[in-house]
């Protein structure tokens, strides 16, 4: 079993969700809502609007996203998905919980404020003018910004 912290596509309501909830890719269980401790820039870059938290601490905003409990077999389906290594590099991150819900019967529930940690899909390999793109705090693929997400099936 691992955390991983998901802020893009694969969170509640956004299009990769779905990934999650099937269970021939393993299993994921909704822990908690949390955001980053540390800032990181979060854009929105290439042909197919892929949101991106570059792994650069202390510039952008602290993110919003949610933590899940995973199996291994859903950590690999993720990892292959995500392309780790090339597209992502799956990094541990510190976290500070808004609010833990999930977890089984009797297992602890962290408070809000307190810092946990799980991985992520960053990337410390990309374009030298993503840096300079807008920045957000929270993921939408169907925000404002219009840069809607393009899924793998609508690719070319
Ligand atoms: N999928 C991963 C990384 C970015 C993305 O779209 C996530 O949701 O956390």
């Given at each position: 079993m691992a955390r991983i912290f998901v802020y893009g596509t694969l969170k509640k309501g956004q299009p990769n969700y779905h990934r999650m909830l099937d269970s021939?890719?393993?299993k994921a269980e909704f822990l908690a809502s949390a955001f980053t401790t540390e800032k990181y820039p979060l854009v929105i870059a290439g042909k197919y609007n892929i949101p991106f938290l570059l792994n650069i601490p202390g510039q952008g905003h602290r993110?919003?996203?949610?933590i899940y409990k995973v199996d291994d077999k859903m950590l690999k389906f993720l990892d292959d998905f995500e392309e780790?290594?090339?597209?992502?590099?799956?990094?541990?991150v510190s976290l500070e919980v808004k609010e833990w819900v999930g977890g089984t019967e009797g297992e602890e529930r962290p408070a809000a404020g307190s810092i946990t940690e799980a991985f992520l899909y960053s990337t410390t390999t990309y374009q030298p003018d993503w840096p300079s793109l807008p920045r957000y705090e929270s993921y939408d693929s169907r925000g404002d910004h219009g840069l809607q997400y393009v899924t793998r099936s609508e690719r070319d």
């Open positions: 021939a890719n393993g993110l919003h996203g949610e780790v290594p090339t597209l992502y590099q799956r990094a541990q």
